[in-house]
């Protein structure tokens, strides 16, 4: 079963414009990771934010976390159409004491 | 160049038949992962493995088999292909566990059992 539930399943955005993806998580956590797939490709860690940080920042990614209410968000500013990728997020440790689980993604398309 | 690679990218068997899907990371990363990605499934672990030797359960660990007798090499087999395993398969390092470490992925074997 999946931890983090990714919202919406797909975006479409003009180049320019900033895409915000948000994740669900059911359980508490210790850390939410977010992760970008290219088509084709592995997935490719973006950012790591722990439970006691409410925010960060790495380039244009911005994630914040909100434990009280089981959820973070995915801010991309000044989306480019290198950007078209999808989007998970990943919650750690899982019930099983160890683990990352992944949401189903948010499937990111950015128009020239 | 160093990072984590996988073997084969594509592999299309039949059902019954044995495959086995290399992983070989060049960190020295002591965990190592084993993922499968299906529409509507998003990511789910397979088998995992804190050190050599050292391997664990995933979420769907049924009908997979993974060894680890160096730190570099994770392999998975199937022992005895279903329709059910056609799956991109994923393998990841990390420096820890526990969740708390980024993962590198390989960039995946598509595999297609008939």
């Known amino acids: 079963s999946q931890q983090g539930e990714e919202d919406p399943q797909a975006l479409s955005i003009q180049e320019g414009e900033n895409a915000t993806m948000n994740c669900s998580y059911k359980t508490s956590i210790n850390n939410l990771q977010w992760y970008r797939q290219n088509s084709g490709r592995g997935l490719v860690h973006l950012i790591l934010i722990r439970s006691n940080e409410r925010e960060k920042h790495s380039g244009r990614l911005r994630v914040t976390l909100d434990t009280s209410k089981k959820s973070s968000s995915l801010l991309i500013t000044a989306s480019r159409a290198a950007d078209t990728a999808s989007y998970f997020c990943?919650?750690?440790?899982?019930?099983?004491?160890?683990?990352?689980?992944f949401g189903g993604g948010t499937r990111l398309m950015v128009k020239p | 160049d160093a990072g984590i690679t996988q073997s084969p990218r594509y592999k299309i068997t039949e059902t019954g038949r044995q495959v086995t899907l290399m992983c070989h990371q060049t960190?020295?990363?002591?965990?190592m992962f084993w993922y499968r990605q299906d529409l509507g499934h998003g990511l789910r672990l397979i088998y995992y493995?804190?050190?050599?030797?050292?391997?664990d359960k995933g979420e769907v660990p049924d009908g997979y088999v993974v060894s680890r007798s160096k730190t570099e090499n994770f392999p998975l087999t199937l022992e005895s292909a279903t329709r059910s395993q056609t799956s991109v398969y994923f393998c990841a390092s990390s420096e820890g566990g526990s969740g708390n470490q980024p993962q590198h992925f390989g960039d995946g074997t598509r595999l297609s059992i008939l």
């Open positions: 990943a919650t750690g440790p899982n019930n099983a004491g160890n683990m990352l689980t």
């Open positions: 493995s804190a050190a050599a030797d050292i391997t």
């Open positions: 960190w020295s990363h002591s965990y």
